[in-house]
């Protein structure tokens, strides 16, 4: 009796393991094909998404989703952000659920306009500053450097190059971007995962906080109400200025893929201006969507200074001038911070 029972539950056993590896079988047996050409698609076309069921299973329903918003068939993307999102694929069979799950890139359908500069002024620059943030609140002009034991927080005459008011960051941190906002200028570090407030008068010490889903602190600016985190990949993360809670992002796009290394941030009219690592050029850049609608070539700027290059002393710093409607540019120990007006190329 003991090896008949014994005999039944191996029977049962592989009954039902048969019975699962032919659920499994069917359900990967669905897969979906879509318009995107090598997984990549452009904002101003119409996503078409197919479900192929090739043993031909009696489907109850099939869904799908863009990162958590369901979609139709055919979807108009035009009310998108840019760059990866997953498409979710959800099909009910014969009581059963198949996911199927898989990365579309969606990319900007303008390419973006090529502009230039022209200098109006050069004042002098400290050329041992290494320029990872600048900006200008009530007229005057606030910059923040990096490098461990060297890192400060400066309120400076432009015109000049006078130190203001000056604040060392501690030397186990690595000083990144800022942005002042409400009479509080806001820092952020490198490796940290940490930033600091500072009182944008005196420049003393308000408090700190930590980052959320962003690895790293590079660029910070801010539109009046909310701020703006660059953290060397393509995303740009939206924080809530009293919480400092990350609470969205946009991935910076052009018509042919992602943009990554952002560096330095500026807000301007409604856009994003953004120093790329490692590169001449300055994005222009669409909050709303992530797309590049423009790219400044600042190489000029570059050959006026001696010991430019292109990784160490590399262009890095964009303040914009509400008073005078320019825009500073400087880099990383540079002797020179430039007055420019942006023009066509």
């Excluded at 590896?21 to 997984?39: M, Y």
């Excluded at 198949?98 to 500069?117: E, G, H, R, Y």
Aim: charged share 25%; net charge negative; glycine share 8%.
């Amino acid at each position: 009796m003991k090896a008949f029972k014994h005999l039944t539950v191996i029977f049962l056993t592989l009954l039902l393991t048969a019975c699962g590896n032919d659920i499994e079988a069917q359900k990967k047996s669905f897969s979906v094909v879509t318009n995107a050409q090598n997984g990549t698609i452009s904002i101003d076309k119409t996503l078409e998404i197919t479900l192929k069921n090739p043993k031909n299973l009696e489907v109850t329903s099939v869904s799908y989703e863009l990162d958590g918003k369901k979609l139709e068939a055919k979807q108009p993307l035009s009310e998108f952000k840019l760059g990866e999102h997953n498409l979710k694929t959800t099909v009910n069979f014969d009581g059963e659920t198949a996911i199927i799950n898989q990365t579309i890139a969606l990319l900007s359908d303008v390419a973006p306009k090529f502009l230039t500069v022209e200098v109006i002024n050069t004042f002098p620059h400290d050329n041992t500053s290494f320029t990872q943030g600048l900006e200008f609140n009530n007229g005057v002009l606030y910059e923040s450097t990096g490098q461990r034991g060297e890192s400060k927080i400066r309120k400076l005459d432009y015109k000049t190059g006078d130190v203001i008011a000056e604040t060392a960051i501690p030397d186990a941190f690595f000083g990144e971007g800022i942005t002042v906002l409400n009479n509080t200028v806001y820092h952020l570090t490198w490796l940290g995962k940490k930033g600091f407030t500072y009182d944008a008068t005196t420049l003393e010490k308000k408090g700190s906080f930590n980052y959320g889903q962003s690895k790293e602190g590079w660029g910070f600016a801010n539109d009046g109400t909310k701020l703006y985190k660059s953290d060397g990949t393509s995303l740009i993360w939206t924080l809530n200025a009293d919480t400092l809670v990350e609470e969205d992002h946009i991935q910076v796009c052009t018509t042919k893929g992602k943009i990554g290394r952002l560096n330095e941030i500026e807000w301007v009219n409604g856009k994003i201006y953004s120093n790329i690592w490692e590169k001449n050029g300055i994005a222009i850049i669409n909050p709303k969507n992530g797309a590049v609608e423009a790219v400044i070539d600042c190489t000029f700027l570059t050959k006026q200074i001696p010991n430019f290059s292109i990784n160490e002393n590399c262009l890095n710093g964009i303040a914009y001038n509400p008073d005078t409607k320019t825009f500073f540019l400087t880099g990383k120990r540079w002797d020179k911070l430039f007055e420019v007006k942006i023009v066509e190329n």
